[in-house]
Structures are given as C-alpha cells and as structure tokens.
C-alpha cells in the first residue's frame, strides 16, 4: 500500500491511495490541470483511477469533483446523504454507501466510518488492502473525535489525520468571531492538541506512517502540528514515520515533499 496527499488544506484536498494495482482517489478538490500534474508526480495517470471517494460536500473538497467524474468516468463512493448534496455527477456514476459497509473494490476494501462536521453525511475513510491486510485510516474534516472513530482506527498501518489549527493561533488570528466559532466547535475542525489526544489512543508498534494533513494556512503552523504531534507519539510505542502534507506541493509521509518529517 502507497498513499501521498496531493492537496492538503483549507483551499483544496484530494490523497491518492493504491493497493497494487487498484488506485483510489479520496475527494476532488483540485481541478483536472493540476490534479493531473500532481498525479503525474507520483506517477499516476488520472484514467488508472478505479474510483473516487468522497468524505464530504464542501467546496475543498469536490471543487474539480464534477469535471474530473466527467473526463475520466471515476465511480463515485460516498454516503447517500453527501451524493446527494453534491450536483452535476451523473447517476450512473453514484455508488452509494452506508457508514460501516465495507465496499470492495478491486484489490482492497472500502469502509465509512461517520464523523460529527457541519456537512449533510461526513465520512472517514477506512481502506483495506485485501491480499496483506494492511489497514489505511483517513480523517480529515471532524470538530471532535467520537470514540466509534478511534475504535475503527485502532491498529493501522497508515494514517492520515487532520491538525487543523492551533488554538492560540484560531483565538489570536484573523478570522471574525463566527469564524472563529464554527472552527473550535464540535462540528468543525480540530486543533493539534485534539489530533493529539487520538493519536495517544491509536499509536501502536504496528503504525508505519502517520500524515497530519489539512493544516490551516491561517491558524497554524507545520512546525506546531508537527510538535505537538511529535510530543505525543514519542511518549508511545509509535516508531515510524511522521510528517505533514502540504497544500500546494504532493507530500508522501515519508521521502520527498513533506514539509517536515521524522522518523521516531
Ligand atoms: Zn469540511
Ligand atoms: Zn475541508
């Protein structure tokens, strides 16, 4: 199993994830220009794509959704509730998915797991590799963490897992009271320290890689998730490798493009 973030932020998202030969795409928030040259850097070409899935219907993450569904005929996986807040799909395309049933698709296994965010039906996305049984976890929109949700992601192989914001920075930055609201409540986005606490919970001797990802450009800094991050998995039975995914360049969790990485 390989996995690299080709957009993670406020602005844009979209991971690729592949299991031999089989290539997911979790959202589409870039369009078809960019996301082809991003793929491209990890050598993917957008029509090898088996299908895409989908947490949840805001703009960063289905911005290019649409378009690239169009270009490239992707299935599209999602809970019912999220295929039906985003337009322009064609029906034919739609794989409707309930929370906690595992899809199969080509060469691993698909599950959504639900998360509480002001979106119609978020999902995290729990993915399988059929043959090795190597487990991915991804989550990257949530304003808490449900105990449901550290349950699913207990003994992965990699993850991917949002540090949103931190919160002295959310308090002191340039975003309006509401703003400010809606990012530190229990439907938004969480803060490094709340990353911090499910690490603690999901850290075991068997995970490789951890991606923190959606980093606010505004409320936070790499060096800060990746800190905090860092404070906590060394206090586990964590070894592997830690980094943070970019918004504007691909970032793999280990190797070239994250912005800082380590290797506990
Ligand atoms: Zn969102
Ligand atoms: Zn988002």
Same mark, same amino acid.
């Given at each position: 199993m390989r996995f690299c973030a080709l957009a993670s932020g406020s602005k844009a998202n979209a991971t690729l994830v592949e299991v031999g030969a089989t290539?997911?795409? !979790? @959202?589409c928030g870039l369009g078809p220009r960019i996301l082809t040259r991003r793929l491209?850097?990890?050598g993917v070409s957008p029509a090898s794509i088996d299908a895409v899935i989908v947490t949840?219907?805001? !703009? @960063?993450h289905i911005k290019g959704l649409a378009q690239a569904v169009a270009k490239w005929h992707w299935p599209v996986v999602s809970t019912a509730g999220t295929l039906s807040a985003v337009s322009g799909l064609p029906r034919e395309r739609l794989m409707p998915t309930p929370y906690g049933t595992p899809r199969a698709i080509g060469e691993l296994t698909v599950e959504l797991v639900a998360v509480p965010h002001d979106a119609t039906e978020p999902a995290a996305v729990l993915v399988t590799a059929t043959r090795s049984g190597a487990r991915l976890g991804l989550s990257t929109d949530l304003g808490h963490v449900p105990?449901?949700?550290s349950a699913a992601f207990a003994r992965l192989d990699y993850l991917v897992f949002e540090s949103n914001h931190d919160e002295e920075m959310l308090r002191n930055g340039p975003y309006p009271p509401f703003l400010q609201a809606r990012i530190a409540s229990d439907t938004g986005h969480l803060s490094n320290r709340q990353t911090g606490d499910l690490l603690q919970r999901v850290a075991h001797k068997g995970l490789r890689q951890v991606l923190l990802?959606?980093?606010s450009q505004q409320n936070n800094e790499p060096t800060l998730a990746f800190d905090?991050?860092?404070a906590v998995l060394q206090r586990t039975a964590f070894r592997g490798a830690l980094a943070c995914a970019a918004q504007d360049v691909v970032s793999f969790a280990l190797g070239r493009g994250a912005q800082l990485e380590m290797s506990l």
């Amino acid at each position: 199993m390989r996995f690299c973030a080709l957009a993670s932020g406020s602005k844009a998202n979209a991971t690729l994830v592949e299991v031999g030969a089989t290539r997911l795409l !979790v @959202d589409c928030g870039l369009g078809p220009r960019i996301l082809t040259r991003r793929l491209a850097e990890a050598g993917v070409s957008p029509a090898s794509i088996d299908a895409v899935i989908v947490t949840h219907e805001h !703009v @960063d993450h289905i911005k290019g959704l649409a378009q690239a569904v169009a270009k490239w005929h992707w299935p599209v996986v999602s809970t019912a509730g999220t295929l039906s807040a985003v337009s322009g799909l064609p029906r034919e395309r739609l794989m409707p998915t309930p929370y906690g049933t595992p899809r199969a698709i080509g060469e691993l296994t698909v599950e959504l797991v639900a998360v509480p965010h002001d979106a119609t039906e978020p999902a995290a996305v729990l993915v399988t590799a059929t043959r090795s049984g190597a487990r991915l976890g991804l989550s990257t929109d949530l304003g808490h963490v449900p105990d449901a949700l550290s349950a699913a992601f207990a003994r992965l192989d990699y993850l991917v897992f949002e540090s949103n914001h931190d919160e002295e920075m959310l308090r002191n930055g340039p975003y309006p009271p509401f703003l400010q609201a809606r990012i530190a409540s229990d439907t938004g986005h969480l803060s490094n320290r709340q990353t911090g606490d499910l690490l603690q919970r999901v850290a075991h001797k068997g995970l490789r890689q951890v991606l923190l990802a959606h980093l606010s450009q505004q409320n936070n800094e790499p060096t800060l998730a990746f800190d905090a991050a860092c404070a906590v998995l060394q206090r586990t039975a964590f070894r592997g490798a830690l980094a943070c995914a970019a918004q504007d360049v691909v970032s793999f969790a280990l190797g070239r493009g994250a912005q800082l990485e380590m290797s506990l």
